[in-house]
């Protein structure tokens, strides 16, 4: 069914010279977003000493999805996709210049740091839908799977090599020093978009009025199209019980269960980028993909997998093979979704079928309550073995109540 061809395969895309430069700047937002992960831990934990409020403050960002994202895709099918993948980044660095000066002039309190990573997330809610969709634009769509799984190397690497280089350059020569150069990085963003040659056509007139039709033919087009519903609902397995029921609870795990330290806990986390690498080099050297869906159900059950070799963890070794197969499985998932979408829609939904596939990472904050409040009182293994009951439940009733979702074929 699927054949690795790693020579011929794996970077295809990247001979289109416009998908290269929306690679590039993947890099730079990535780069940017993983900067800004380790600076913002670092200044929040430095100035208030509350492992809550350092939580808190990190998953912020993913707020605005759960409702801001459809509409982003909403803006994303009205406007150039182009300019928002320039002026996106613009507007990060801005705010990383804003934030920087005031870390630097010991200005900064705790409400500036919740706006700033709020606002900051506000503009993912426009620049992924974007990347998406443009991505789909440019290629053709028996290389979506593959410029999507290179996407999500970019950003696999950027999550090895940020959070290393941020901490580096904060232990070197201070936080303002990591700030500034995450916006330096966004730059680099900047100038990768503005070398993007596709041409879009002339769209409708953005006003409030076109703004709520073109929400109201998304909702319809979903009510209309029963897997892109499926597809939806099956988005929400990674964000919402995935990521919360592993590596939200892995500070448990290295102090409770194998009573470890900090050393070992950037292992685990590593673990899961290099498994991220490996999905996403797999995904994109698989040649002839006729039934993707077969394939989004293998990673279900692999994340299943992953979740109960973690809950049943005796030592770090065992913990590590989950950590890896969760960097494996959610890649492949998330990837593999995201191209199904894209092609089981026309051209003018791209962008607003983008934004609802986004809009599930909204739910980061509500999966880490739930399981946050399972391993206060039962443990993280405890945990952690309820996620992985939920996720096979939830994965199995989905795709038997969608099952054009095994059905459906690469286009």
Same mark, same amino acid.
């Given at each position: 069914?699927?054949?690795?061809?790693?020579?011929?395969?794996?970077?295809?895309?990247?001979?289109?010279?416009?998908?290269?430069?929306?690679?590039?700047?993947?890099?730079?937002?990535?780069?940017?977003?993983?900067?800004?992960?380790?600076?913002?831990?670092?200044?929040?934990?430095?100035?208030?000493?509350?492992?809550?409020?350092?939580?808190?403050?990190?998953?912020?960002?993913?707020?605005?999805?759960?409702?801001?994202? @459809?509409?982003?895709?909403?803006?994303?099918?009205?406007?150039?996709?182009?300019?928002?993948?320039?002026?996106?980044?613009?507007?990060?660095?801005?705010?990383?210049?804003?934030?920087?000066?005031?870390?630097?002039?010991?200005?900064?309190?705790?409400?500036?740091?919740?706006? /700033?990573?709020?606002?900051?997330?506000?503009?993912?809610?426009?620049?992924?839908?974007?990347?998406?969709?443009?991505?789909?634009?440019?290629?053709?769509?028996?290389?979506?799977?593959?410029?999507?799984?290179?996407?999500?190397?970019?950003?696999?690497?950027?999550?090895?090599?940020?959070?290393?280089?941020?901490?580096?350059?904060?232990?070197?020569? +201070?936080?303002?020093?990591?700030?500034?150069?995450?916006?330096?990085?966004?730059?680099?963003?900047?100038?990768?978009?503005?070398?993007?040659?596709?041409?879009?056509?002339?769209?409708?007139?953005?006003?409030?009025?076109?703004?709520?039709?073109?929400?109201?033919?998304?909702?319809?087009?979903?009510?209309?199209?029963?897997?892109?519903?499926?597809?939806?609902?099956?988005? /929400?397995? +990674?964000?919402?019980?995935?990521?919360?029921?592993?590596?939200?609870?892995?500070?448990?795990?290295?102090?409770?269960?194998?009573?470890?330290?900090?050393?070992?806990?950037?292992?685990?986390?590593?673990?899961?980028?290099?498994?991220?690498?490996?999905?996403?080099?797999?995904?994109?050297?698989?040649?002839?993909?006729?039934?993707?869906?077969?394939?989004?159900?293998?990673?279900?059950?692999? +994340?299943?997998?992953?979740?109960?070799?973690?809950?049943?963890?005796?030592?770090?070794?065992?913990?590590?093979?989950?950590? /890896?197969?969760?960097?494996?499985?959610?890649?492949?998932?998330?990837?593999?979704?995201?191209?199904?979408?894209?092609?089981?829609?026309?051209?003018?939904?791209?962008?607003?079928?983008?934004?609802? /596939?986004?809009?599930?990472?909204?739910?980061?904050?509500?999966?880490?309550?739930?399981?946050?409040?399972?391993?206060?009182?039962? +443990?993280? @293994?405890?945990?952690?073995?309820?996620?992985?009951?939920?996720?096979?439940?939830?994965?199995?009733?989905?795709?038997?109540?969608?099952?054009?979702?095994?059905?459906?074929?690469?286009?």
């Amino acid at each position: 069914m699927w054949k690795f061809k790693f020579a011929s395969n794996t970077f295809l895309s990247l001979t289109t010279p416009d998908f290269r430069f929306v690679w590039m700047a993947s890099m730079g937002t990535s780069g940017g977003y993983f900067f800004q992960q380790v600076f913002i831990g670092w200044v929040v934990y430095d100035i208030t000493g509350s492992a809550f409020i350092t939580a808190m403050a990190l998953a912020l960002d993913t707020l605005p999805n759960l409702i801001g994202a @459809p509409l982003g895709g909403v803006l994303v099918d009205r406007l150039n996709k182009r300019k928002i993948l320039i002026f996106g980044p613009i507007y990060q660095l801005m705010l990383n210049i804003g934030f920087g000066i005031g870390v630097y002039l010991d200005k900064i309190d705790v409400w500036h740091i919740l706006a /700033f990573v709020t606002l900051m997330g506000c503009s993912w809610i426009l620049i992924e839908p974007a990347r998406t969709a443009i991505t789909a634009d440019i290629l053709v769509p028996q290389r979506l799977i593959n410029g999507l799984a290179l996407i999500q190397l970019a950003f696999s690497i950027t999550r090895l090599a940020g959070p290393i280089i941020g901490g580096i350059l904060i232990e070197m020569f +201070g936080t303002p020093t990591a700030i500034f150069t995450a916006a330096g990085v966004q730059l680099f963003a900047v100038l990768m978009a503005s070398r993007i040659k596709i041409e879009f056509p002339l769209q409708e007139s953005l006003t409030l009025r076109s703004a709520l039709t073109g929400f109201s033919d998304s909702v319809g087009m979903v009510i209309k199209t029963p897997i892109v519903q499926g597809l939806i609902l099956l988005s /929400f397995l +990674g964000p919402m019980i995935l990521i919360p029921f592993t590596s939200g609870l892995f500070p448990v795990y290295i102090k409770k269960v194998f009573d470890l330290g900090a050393t070992e806990l950037g292992l685990m986390l590593a673990l899961i980028g290099v498994g991220s690498i490996v999905g996403t080099i797999c995904l994109a050297s698989l040649g002839n993909l006729k039934r993707p869906g077969v394939l989004v159900v293998l990673s279900i059950l692999l +994340g299943v997998v992953s979740l109960v070799i973690l809950a049943q963890s005796t030592g770090i070794v065992m913990a590590s093979l989950g950590c /890896f197969l969760i960097g494996l499985c959610f890649t492949g998932f998330q990837t593999l979704i995201g191209a199904m979408l894209q092609q089981a829609v026309t051209a003018e939904f791209r962008g607003r079928v983008a934004g609802l /596939f986004m809009a599930s990472w909204g739910t980061v904050t509500i999966g880490s309550l739930a399981a946050g409040a399972l391993a206060e009182y039962q +443990g993280a @293994p405890f945990a952690t073995m309820i996620g992985a009951a939920a996720m096979l439940i939830y994965g199995a009733l989905v795709i038997i109540f969608y099952r054009t979702i095994l059905t459906s074929r690469e286009s």
